[in-house]
């Protein structure tokens, strides 16, 4: 080269790439559809229980199991997923949850024993956890405003029932039930693929590690606690019993500890002081003690004492999650009249009066009895499903959207897994057979939605 060569020049920088676009439509559309999926894997078991439980060889001491892995795995994990997902991406961890979501529930229809389909189960709930607690963190992010986030998170309440309602459905409409997971796995893989293109990306990170002792220290106090309650229908006073209860004690004042002392917990203890944070988790908690519990074992026990094919069954239970879903979704023309604190003291009230009506109905023998009080469950159901979501994310600041949902989530799957086991436990340890069960069931579940009612009326909304 001459003297006179151009300079060398250095090469210019690559622009960095513009963040997706947010698109608020498909955002909605994304997480609410993933948000179906979950929850029909989640009530798949429900009609086709007594299917399974054969196909597996599972003692009727043991289904609760059957039914309770997937809101254990929920239950376990959707804390430390809302901490995830503001921490490091809400796209990122509900791709991820979506994903495996769709590749445990095709394990689950592979399944041949109870313990490895619970496994799968288990895992199923830790999936769902990440979609769920990520999906309203994203649903903020794409409606930033009061009355977007009013629509946005009734149509995602909404299809809550909606997927529930489903369910049953799908299942039930094959003649063998391990298709229906393989149909509801490819449905949640379909929206896994769809969702990298059209979800934009969103945090809010606070820094330092995950909170995996709390995540573990909690997990094994949950495991503790429905083991006890699902041993205690063999007797409540045996030492196993005693043992797994005193564990989950020391267990879950261990998990107080952690998260204390932890710079990023799971969940802020702090927020336990705001009275409507503290209606949030206890209306998640007891609408998984008083109608997720009940509801998700009497389509069995119906079978079982009334003679009900898994259809039969299904579409009779429609009439409580189809109301439920059509509520949900009109439930927010309230705002403005009725706070969601109300919402929900008034669908525990609706939902204690529709089970109270079918007292009596298995023993005399008649599905029909049971019309009017599905009816009014499924309006109270509709109403829970409604304010649950707008008060999980009202009751924290906005950048910790995903930690709150994961928090009321947590709670609602907590009274899940305990309903279920108290259910199973009191409807099959009564004496006087499986219809003086159900009542006896029905009865606990009553009285504790008007607990619920009382307890949510009387914490004040934060002024």
Known sequence: MGPHAEPTQEPEPEPTPAPAPVRPGATLGLTSGATAVALMTYTAPMVTLPEVAAALHTPLSAQAWLLNGTPLGLAALLLVAGSLADDHGRRRIFVAGTLALGLTTLLGALANSTWLFTLARIAQGGASAALLASSLGLLVHAFPTPTGRLRATGVWGAFVSGGIAAGPIVTGAFPDWRVGYVVLGAAALVVAALSPRLLSESRAP????????????????????????????????????????????????????????????????????????????????????????????????????????????????????????????????????????????LGFLLHAAGVLAMLGAVDAGSWRRLIPGLVLAGIGSGLLNAALPLLAVESVPTKRAAMGSGAQQTFRYIGSCAGVALTIAVSTSAGGGLARGADVAIGVSAGLAVVAAVLVGVLREAR
């Open 206 to 345: 606070r820094g330092g590690r995950p909170d995996l002792a709390g995540a573990v220290t909690f997990g094994l106090a949950l495991v503790s606690l429905v083991a006890a309650l699902t041993l205690g229908r063999d007797g409540w006073l045996r030492a196993p019993v005693g043992l797994l209860l005193l564990a989950a004690a020391v267990l879950l004042a261990l998990f107080v500890t952690v998260e204390r002392r932890t710079a990023t917990p799971m969940i802020d203890l702090g927020l336990l002081r705001h009275p409507r944070f503290l209606a949030s988790s206890s209306g998640g908690l007891f609408t998984g003690l008083a109608v997720i519990g009940l509801f998700s074992f009497l389509p069995a026990l119906l079978q079982q004492t009334l003679g009900l094919s898994a259809m039969d069954t299904a579409w009779l239970f429609l009439l409580w999650s189809g109301l439920s879903f059509a509520v949900a979704l009109q439930a927010r023309r309230l705002s403005g009249r009725v706070s969601p604190r109300h919402q929900l003291a």
